[in-house]
């Protein structure tokens, strides 16, 4: 039975091929898009799920109040690490997490700069980072030891084992490969190319040993993993009040453990309130996938039955015969699932020949993997979803015909199907023009976001991390780059142009309240002369750095926020004390936006503090050649940098990536809501045939009485005109609702304005029009002789 049922489906997708043809690529697209989407969801919820103890791995995260606001953070005192170890049975193991800067390592003639992790012994035990070398339990036990990961192991030694020999980090600290780990995997919130221990840097940096009694001086992670039996909320519960019960001067300083398989979706809080992340896009693409897959579905079921009176005939007679309503339901529904078969074999090679052109929208490590059983699996189920959705109604309405009508010609549509019919268009153009809507509005905020001001000139601005070689030989540096001619200034500071490395407490100043040093943080950014001349930071009062001034070392320069805090009038001259240590005002500067450029910029401060800062700054002059320029600079940081190979960013590089995941929203959208219109259009096409095909001869009457072209289009066109303002009318508030809520996690973002609506309508509207038009314009053409003959 099901053989001959699929001989007939077949047969009847050959007779129609123009229907079909628009059914398999609508629903072809539809699925493919729906793939990928769920394709790109596994992949991000995929996230650390490969750690063995997973379940019982936390992040240590710290609520604080500071400058008015709550905030929740990572960074934790370095002493945490200590008392967990010793006082709180319930966590097993534990570790602290500092990344820092990328390293030089040097192994004979190789050398390299790479990103490292140091971390406790207890890491390796902890995350499930398999060792192909060593031992995981006492790999990092010895200060001076290293792990490698397989492809820094091969780029350094080679096939050759690197366990037992010697590299050299910096340029002047000699550690011993104890192991080599496999590479940690793509989808892992923890990245590294090589693992020190924390007591490394315990041993050889003063301020880390200075740290170990500071609770109030936050600069490191740290994770634990509780024993079986005990709760992330017990422990939570446990550790809370502990920073304010080991310095009684530190306020408002909440401890609590977020589960780590949650880190990468769960990041975001606000107001000591998680309040999601990348979660949210997930969520959101994921309803946008299934709305196209649904509108595809909806072209399908909208066809089948308005070409039901054609098969009228087809069901009267199967019924007269003895065919039962389940046969013909059955039936149908083999037509459904076949067309969605073949749409299925379309949609595959649709994601083989996009997933490409998809790479910069975050898609770069999805692919679909043919040997993987589970994901073919999930696919089938969803191309069977699709057979049954589009194939259901179309199936209970077609096998409902009375014989005796059906055979005698006399089957018309009720007002139900066409009113059905009408509610499925609708609903299609209701989600392609809230789509629209929310694609402008999307592009209008990130567009917001870079047309504010930055406070200082991004263009032909180099940043290069220095080593403490670079460091000790600056001004010679310095002095070289300005004699090539092509670069206008340079400066150093310690935390580039696009983060911020230091947030301090402990500012006061005259008329502040008491409590002052412990609830306002200021961003601190430590640098020397030249600052402003390479960086081109705006001077709203006062004056920049200078040698010509000894006193620049107690000197202190505001931005606009940090001048709003502290309320001084006339501050160049006043004094602003940190840690009871006087400074005088002597600058003003425009706020630099150095964190995230939807939010309100921190107030900070710039010191004069050379000795700390590790970040060069290279202004090159405006009408210098690039690649002259990197080939003039090349040398002479490789000269005083000789353990580095030579590296750099661009500023306003590293600026735009601030907008990648709101540009990546932003694309996709865009992908979907011309994807909806498209597939929508689609339906509107096959269906405007048919409401043409129905009428031909009530339009050929009508050219016989005199009705022009343009009566006609008018005739065939206006009932899906009124369907598509409809649409509209609907999709506008709904989709105000929707970026109403989005724009709501921005402090800064726009108003949104009522010509987005008008656009997004009218474009739907033009698009609708002009597909529709085809068609009914094809029938008025048509010489009313032969429409009537055919009758």
Same mark, same amino acid.
Request: glycine share 6%; hydrophobic share 45%; proline share 4%.
């Given at each position: 039975m099901l053989r001959n049922h699929l001989k007939i489906a077949w047969r009847n997708l050959r007779q129609n091929k123009g229907l079909s043809a628009i059914n398999i690529l609508g629903l072809g697209i539809g699925m493919a898009f729906?793939?990928?989407?769920?394709?790109?969801?596994?992949?991000?919820?995929?996230?650390d799920t490969f750690h063995v103890n997973g379940d019982r791995i936390g992040l240590i995260r710290k609520h604080t109040f500071s400058n008015n606001e709550k905030k929740t953070q990572v960074g934790i005192p370095l002493p945490l690490y200590d008392e967990l170890k010793s006082n709180y049975p319930a966590i097993k193991r534990a570790?602290?997490?500092?990344?820092?800067?990328?390293?030089?390592?040097?192994?004979?003639?190789?050398?390299?700069?790479?990103?490292?992790?140091?971390?406790?012994?207890?890491?390796l035990q902890m995350f499930t980072f398999p060792m192909v070398e060593g031992n995981i339990e006492t790999a990092l036990n010895e200060p001076n030891s290293v792990v490698l990961t397989e492809s820094l192991s091969k780029a350094l030694f080679g096939e050759s084992s690197p366990v037992g020999k010697t590299l050299k980090v910096d340029n002047q600290y000699h550690v011993m490969v104890t192991g080599v780990v496999k590479d940690v995997p793509v989808n892992s919130s923890i990245t590294f190319e090589f693992l020190a221990p924390?007591?490394?840097?315990?041993?050889?940096?003063?301020?880390?040993?200075?740290?170990?009694?500071q609770w109030g001086n936050n600069f490191l992670a740290n994770v634990v993993e509780i024993r079986e039996g005990a709760s992330m909320e017990a422990v939570s519960k446990m550790i809370d009040p502990l920073i304010m019960q080991k310095d009684n001067t530190l306020k408002n300083q909440h401890l609590f453990l977020q589960p780590f398989k949650e880190v990468h979706l769960y990041e975001e809080y606000k107001n000591w309130k998680n309040t999601g992340g990348r979660i949210k896009y997930i969520r959101l693409f994921g309803i946008i996938g299934i709305f196209v897959l649904l509108i595809a579905c909806i072209n399908f079921m909208n066809l089948a039955?308005?070409?039901?009176?054609?098969?009228?005939?087809?069901?009267?007679?199967?019924?007269?015969?003895?065919?039962?309503?389940?046969?013909?339901?059955? $039936?149908? =529904?083999?037509?459904?699932? /076949?067309? !969605?078969?073949? +749409?299925f074999l379309f949609s595959l090679l649709l994601i083989q020949m996009i997933l490409p052109l998809l790479k910069d929208l975050g898609f770069e490590h999805?692919?679909?993997?043919?040997?993987?059983?589970?994901?073919?699996?999930?696919?089938?189920?969803?191309?069977l979803f699709t057979g049954v959705i589009a194939g259901s109604y179309p199936a209970f309405y077609l096998s409902s015909f009375m014989p005796l009508k059906a055979l005698k010609g006399k089957l018309q549509q009720g007002r139900g199907a066409i009113t059905f019919r009408k509610v499925l268009v609708v609903s299609q153009f209701v989600v392609s023009?809230?789509?629209?809507?929310?694609?402008?509005?999307?592009?209008?905020?990130?567009?917001?976001?870079?047309?504010?001001?930055?406070?200082?000139?991004?263009?032909?601005?180099?940043?290069?991390?220095?080593?403490?070689?670079?460091?000790?030989?600056?001004?010679?540096?310095? $002095?070289? =780059?300005?004699?090539?001619? /092509?670069? !206008?200034?340079? +400066?150093?500071?310690?935390?580039?142009?696009?983060?911020?490395?230091?947030?301090?407490?402990?500012?006061?100043?005259?008329?502040?309240?008491?409590?002052?040093?412990?609830?306002?943080?200021?961003?601190?950014?430590?640098?020397?002369?030249?600052?402003?001349?390479a960086t081109g930071v705006k001077f709203l009062q006062g004056r920049p750095f200078s040698s010509a001034y000894a006193t620049d070392t107690s000197a202190i320069i505001l931005n606009r926020a940090a001048l709003k805090v502290t309320g001084l009038k006339d501050p160049i001259g006043k004094v602003v004390k940190l840690n009871d240590k006087p400074l005088t005002v002597v600058g003003v500067i425009e706020d630099v936006i150095n964190r995230d450029p939807f939010r309100p910029v921190y107030p900070g401060v710039l010191l004069f503090q050379p000795s700390n800062a590790f970040i060069m700054l290279v202004r090159l002059k405006p009408q210098a050649d690039l690649r002259k320029a990197l080939g003039a600079i090349q040398p002479v940081?490789?000269?005083?940098?000789?353990?580095?190979?030579?590296?750099?960013?661009?500023?306003?590089?590293?600026?735009?990536?601030?907008?990648?995941?709101?540009?990546?929203?932003?694309?996709?959208?865009?992908?979907?809501?011309?994807?909806?219109?498209?597939?929508?259009?689609?339906g509107l096409f096959g269906l405007a045939a048919f409401m043409a095909e129905r009428r031909t001869k009530e339009i050929g009457i009508r050219k016989v009485m005199g009705a022009s072209v343009a009566n006609l289009w008018m005739l065939l066109s206006k009932e899906f005109v009124l369907l598509v303002l409809l649409a509209c009318s609907i999709a506008s508030p709904l989709a105000l609702w929707l970026m109403h809520e989005w724009l709501a996690q921005y402090d800064y973002r726009i108003d949104i304005s009522w010509w987005v609506f008008v656009a997004a309508g009218v474009l739907s509207l033009l698009i609708a029009l002009s597909t529709v038009s085809f068609q009914a314009i094809r029938a008025a053409l048509v010489n009313p002789v032969k429409s009537l003959r055919a009758e």
């Amino acid at each position: 039975m099901l053989r001959n049922h699929l001989k007939i489906a077949w047969r009847n997708l050959r007779q129609n091929k123009g229907l079909s043809a628009i059914n398999i690529l609508g629903l072809g697209i539809g699925m493919a898009f729906a793939i990928i989407i769920g394709l790109w969801i596994r992949y991000e919820t995929s996230f650390d799920t490969f750690h063995v103890n997973g379940d019982r791995i936390g992040l240590i995260r710290k609520h604080t109040f500071s400058n008015n606001e709550k905030k929740t953070q990572v960074g934790i005192p370095l002493p945490l690490y200590d008392e967990l170890k010793s006082n709180y049975p319930a966590i097993k193991r534990a570790s602290r997490m500092d990344w820092g800067n990328n390293h030089s390592l040097v192994a004979g003639d190789k050398k390299l700069s790479k990103a490292g992790l140091y971390v406790d012994p207890d890491f390796l035990q902890m995350f499930t980072f398999p060792m192909v070398e060593g031992n995981i339990e006492t790999a990092l036990n010895e200060p001076n030891s290293v792990v490698l990961t397989e492809s820094l192991s091969k780029a350094l030694f080679g096939e050759s084992s690197p366990v037992g020999k010697t590299l050299k980090v910096d340029n002047q600290y000699h550690v011993m490969v104890t192991g080599v780990v496999k590479d940690v995997p793509v989808n892992s919130s923890i990245t590294f190319e090589f693992l020190a221990p924390f007591e490394f840097k315990v041993q050889n940096f003063d301020f880390i040993k200075n740290a170990k009694t500071q609770w109030g001086n936050n600069f490191l992670a740290n994770v634990v993993e509780i024993r079986e039996g005990a709760s992330m909320e017990a422990v939570s519960k446990m550790i809370d009040p502990l920073i304010m019960q080991k310095d009684n001067t530190l306020k408002n300083q909440h401890l609590f453990l977020q589960p780590f398989k949650e880190v990468h979706l769960y990041e975001e809080y606000k107001n000591w309130k998680n309040t999601g992340g990348r979660i949210k896009y997930i969520r959101l693409f994921g309803i946008i996938g299934i709305f196209v897959l649904l509108i595809a579905c909806i072209n399908f079921m909208n066809l089948a039955t308005a070409r039901s009176e054609k098969r009228a005939k087809e069901v009267g007679i199967r019924k007269t015969v003895g065919s039962r309503r389940g046969e013909l339901v059955l $039936q149908f =529904l083999s037509e459904s699932m /076949l067309t !969605a078969f073949i +749409a299925f074999l379309f949609s595959l090679l649709l994601i083989q020949m996009i997933l490409p052109l998809l790479k910069d929208l975050g898609f770069e490590h999805i692919r679909f993997d043919f040997k993987d059983v589970s994901l073919l699996g999930s696919v089938l189920l969803v191309c069977l979803f699709t057979g049954v959705i589009a194939g259901s109604y179309p199936a209970f309405y077609l096998s409902s015909f009375m014989p005796l009508k059906a055979l005698k010609g006399k089957l018309q549509q009720g007002r139900g199907a066409i009113t059905f019919r009408k509610v499925l268009v609708v609903s299609q153009f209701v989600v392609s023009i809230a789509l629209v809507v929310c694609t402008i509005i999307v592009f209008q905020q990130i567009q917001h976001a870079k047309n504010r001001s930055v406070g200082y000139d991004p263009n032909n601005l180099i940043t290069i991390d220095m080593s403490n070689d670079l460091q000790k030989n600056f001004k010679a540096a310095r $002095q070289e =780059l300005l004699n090539t001619g /092509l670069v !206008a200034s340079v +400066a150093r500071a310690s935390s580039p142009m696009t983060q911020s490395y230091n947030n301090w407490s402990g500012f006061t100043w005259e008329g502040a309240a008491p409590n002052v040093k412990d609830d306002v943080v200021f961003d601190v950014v430590m640098t020397d002369v030249d600052y402003e001349q390479a960086t081109g930071v705006k001077f709203l009062q006062g004056r920049p750095f200078s040698s010509a001034y000894a006193t620049d070392t107690s000197a202190i320069i505001l931005n606009r926020a940090a001048l709003k805090v502290t309320g001084l009038k006339d501050p160049i001259g006043k004094v602003v004390k940190l840690n009871d240590k006087p400074l005088t005002v002597v600058g003003v500067i425009e706020d630099v936006i150095n964190r995230d450029p939807f939010r309100p910029v921190y107030p900070g401060v710039l010191l004069f503090q050379p000795s700390n800062a590790f970040i060069m700054l290279v202004r090159l002059k405006p009408q210098a050649d690039l690649r002259k320029a990197l080939g003039a600079i090349q040398p002479v940081i490789e000269r005083h940098n000789p353990a580095y190979p030579f590296e750099y960013s661009f500023v306003d590089e590293e600026f735009a990536k601030k907008f990648t995941t709101e540009n990546q929203a932003g694309k996709l959208a865009a992908v979907f809501a011309a994807l909806a219109i498209f597939i929508s259009c689609l339906g509107l096409f096959g269906l405007a045939a048919f409401m043409a095909e129905r009428r031909t001869k009530e339009i050929g009457i009508r050219k016989v009485m005199g009705a022009s072209v343009a009566n006609l289009w008018m005739l065939l066109s206006k009932e899906f005109v009124l369907l598509v303002l409809l649409a509209c009318s609907i999709a506008s508030p709904l989709a105000l609702w929707l970026m109403h809520e989005w724009l709501a996690q921005y402090d800064y973002r726009i108003d949104i304005s009522w010509w987005v609506f008008v656009a997004a309508g009218v474009l739907s509207l033009l698009i609708a029009l002009s597909t529709v038009s085809f068609q009914a314009i094809r029938a008025a053409l048509v010489n009313p002789v032969k429409s009537l003959r055919a009758e």
